[in-house]
């Protein structure tokens, strides 16, 4: 029995993993088979920098999760899960800035001038650095409160939407077509994760996505007001 139940949990929380890293490398797969090994190489150039800031998601989502499967209060999840999405939206937004405003300082920088033709393509995927790791974080509060397959759902739905897209937009528009692909893909993603987060916590989208003045305490304790809330509620 209690074999049974590690492989059925394992089951839960591994597939969607696996069907994410699929979502998040149809991309390239696509480009491998559909468009010029040089044109690939462009496109992994400019999907660099968005790798590093999707860290900032995953980092937020191991510090969701605990926290999430500590506390047995939906209402008190719920407003967990609000405080640090929307953390999340105001740590990734001015890196997605500033990435656009330096595109093409940072991609010669880094892979020298023959990459210059990324630049528009970076441009684009930085778009979806914010949705990816709002994206993540709720996703890993759905693990948190036992909803994997919640998460695989919306993970699969995606890599559909990624394929579909890709399809049709990849050999027309070229790179820039996978790039509108990526991020239109992680728009739905985003949208439908945060659906799911209302459906099983009540969590509307207004308190999921718009920053109040609260969060900039939040993320910044030195300047926190004292308070009588647990641990657990901040």
Known sequence: ETAHDLWRIGIRVHVPNVVAMLNERSD????????????????????TVIRSLAAIGDTIGTLVFPKIAHI?????????????????????????IVGIVLSHWLIVLIFGRSFSAATPVMQVLLLTVVPLNIKCV???????????????????IALIISLLSLSALL????????????????????????????????????????PRLGDLTFLFPPFRLPSNKSPDQE
């Open 138 to 156: 709720l996703s890993a509060a759905l693990k948190g409160a036992n909803q994997s397959l919640s998460a695989g759902l919306v993970q699969s």
């Open 72 to 96: 047995e209060s939906w209402k008190l999840r719920a407003e967990i899960i609000g405080r640090y999405t929307r953390a999340t939206f105001l740590i990734s937004l001015p890196p997605v």
């Open 171 to 210: 050999p027309i528009f070229g790179l820039m077509g996978a790039a509108f692909a990526a991020f239109l893909t992680q728009i739905a993603a985003a949208l439908m994760m945060a659906e799911q987060i209302r459906r099983k916590f009540g969590l509307n989208f207004r308190d999921q996505f718009w």
């Open 28 to 47: 390239q797969l696509l480009i491998s088979l559909m468009l010029s090994p040089s044109e690939l190489g462009l496109y992994v150039a400019a999907s």
